[in-house]
Structures are given as structure tokens and as C-alpha cells.
């Protein structure tokens, strides 16, 4: 047509708020200890105190484990969890997931592993098979995944399906095709690790392709793959997770000072993008919780 031009615009990534980027901070884990990054939280106040760091700075969910007092590990103490848990459901609107892992190497009872879901989080992991991890065996059995995923289902808790390897997604597949899981299943790829699935984008691609087309998911890049794996996620229209558990470094050689940090980083990339950041409520229609009255 004389005199017409057509003109471009950039895709609107925001024009659906589901397309909005959930920024999981993962605060403590349970191995790395202050030798390694002195920035590492310890006590309930220390991780309550991060994680409002982390919902000042921009993000929706936090990753929850707590610390014994007196070896710096984690455990699964009900108390020490309420600890934390309570304060940041009175001074935030955070989606809480909290952890069943316990430990790499160390077989806890399945009740003490189970034992955070009596706090009645929105979201609990739910580590889909076992692997060599953390210099030891991080054992998940199916007698043990079919009892967590049962549990879950009663008490109202989104698993957080965490991804090792492709074998996992067959099983939570499996545990949902028994009735054990409800879709829409929400997935964490963990990627990076030493005996685990690679981080890189063709690892990703094959892990997306197994996964149900309901399905939501997020990826965390271990050590030096946390922010590479966390661009293309961003990019792929994913959700992600960063946070010391997971890298103590926030460039080469250069230690994190907070979570929050790593936070603030994503904020940045991702409305540099154009996606902008889920709030909290947001969060939870993505992933098909409950809204807060």
C-alpha cells in the first residue's frame, strides 16, 4: 500500500498477568555453613530477617529450610520452623514453600521429614527420586514420595517438584497419573549439580519436552550456572530461583553480601526484558493457589 509502513512493536510479555516472572529466593539450604559465606542465615531471625529482604527487593516466593543452633546444619525442627514461619506470614505477604529434603546423607524418618508441613505452607518440595548429592545419597524412595505426595494432596500443599534428572519427571507423572498428584503440576529444575542433568539449553529443551503441557516451572542454575540458566528462563517465558542455598558467589571469585542481592539483580534484568515481576498474589494464580482475603 503507497505511503504504509508497517511498523514492529516487541512482543508485550505483561499483556497477560500470568506471563509475569515468579522470583523464588532460596535462603538457607541445609549444608553450606559461614565458613563458606559468612552472609549464609543461621537462626529464625537471621532467615525471617533475609526473606523480608528478599520480598522488599522483589520477590514472591522464598525456599525454606531452618538451621540447628548448635551445628549450623539443617533440620527439620517444627519449632525452629514456626519460628520463622509465623513472623513473615505477620509482616509479609510471601508464599511460603518450605522444604521436606532434610539432609544428603542422612536417612531422617519420613515423619521428621514430613514434619514442616505442619505449618501449613502454601508449597513444599518434593525431590522426585534420589541422587548422589552433597557427599552422600540424597534418598528418595517411591514409598517415600508416594507418602509425602499423599500428604500434600490431604493437607492442601502445592508440591515444588524438584527436577535432578529427566527420571523424575517420569515419576511425578506417574505419581499423578496414581492419584497422588493434582494438576497443574509446578516443576523447579535443578541444574548444575555434579551427578545430576547438565545446565545448559539443550538439557532444559529435553526436560521441557517431558514435562505436561500444564505445567508450570522454574529453573535454579547451581554455582557458576545461576545467573546463565537464570537469563534463558527469564527469556523462555520460566520462573526463577536464586539465593545462597544454591550459589554463595555473586560474580567470579566475589561472594554474595545477601540474597537480596541476587534478587535485585533479576528485578533489574527482567524489566530491562519488558516481563515484569509476579507480586505475591500474582504468585498464586500463576501457580493455581489460593489468594490471601
Known amino acids: 500500500m503507497p505511503g ?18 515468579i522470583i523464588t529466593a532460596a535462603i538457607t539450604g541445609s549444608r553450606n555453613r559461614r565458613d563458606l559465606s559468612p552472609a549464609i542465615p543461621y537462626t529464625p531471625e537471621e532467615i525471617v530477617q533475609s526473606s523480608i529482604e528478599c520480598w522488599d527487593a522483589g520477590a514472591s516466593m522464598v525456599h525454606l529450610h531452618v538451621r540447628d543452633p548448635d551445628t549450623g546444619l539443617g533440620t527439620q525442627d517444627r519449632e525452629l520452623y514456626r519460628q520463622v514461619v509465623e513472623p513473615l506470614r505477620a509482616r509479609t505477604d510471601l508464599v511460603l514453600c518450605l522444604t521436606t529434603s532434610g539432609i544428603a546423607g542422612r536417612n531422617l524418618p519420613y515423619e521428621d521429614r514430613l514434619a514442616s508441613l505442619d505449618l501449613a ?31 500434600m494432596l490431604q493437607q492442601g500443599v502445592k508440591p515444588e517438584i524438584e527436577v535432578f534428572d529427566s527420571g523424575m519427571i517420569t515419576a511425578a507423572v506417574g505419581l499423578r497419573d496414581q492419584g497422588h498428584l493434582a494438576d497443574p503440576l509446578h516443576f523447579q529444575f535443578v541444574l548444575g549439580t555434579p551427578w545430576g542433568a547438565r545446565a ?24 557458576k550456572n545461576h545467573l546463565p540458566m537464570s537469563t534463558i528462563a527469564l527469556a523462555m517465558g520460566g520462573h526463577i530461583r536464586v539465593g545462597l542455598e544454591d550459589n554463595i558467589y555473586y560474580s567470579r571469585g566475589v561472594l554474595a553480601q545477601s540474597n537480596a542481592q541476587f534478587v535485585e539483580r533479576i528485578v533489574r534484568l527482567s524489566r530491562e526484558y519488558g516481563r515484569e515481576v509476579a507480586t505475591p498474589d500474582e504468585t498464586r494464580v500463576i501457580l493455581g493457589l489460593s489468594t490471601q482475603a
Request: aromatic share 6%; proline share 10%.
Open 4 to 21: 504504509y509502513t508497517e511498523m514492529t512493536r516487541e512482543p508485550d510479555h505483561n499483556s497477560n498477568p500470568e506471563n509475569r516472572l
Open 121 to 151: 505452607p502454601e508449597l513444599a518440595s518434593l525431590d522426585a527420586g534420589s541422587i548422589n548429592l552433597g557427599g552422600g545419597v540424597f534418598s528418595n524412595p517411591p514409598d517415600f514420595l508416594e507418602m509425602a505426595a499423599r500428604k
Open 200 to 223: 545448559d539449553p539443550k538439557t532444559l529443551l529435553f526436560l521441557l519436552d517431558m514435562i505436561p503441557e500444564s505445567a508450570t516451572w522454574s529453573i535454579i542454575g547451581i554455582g
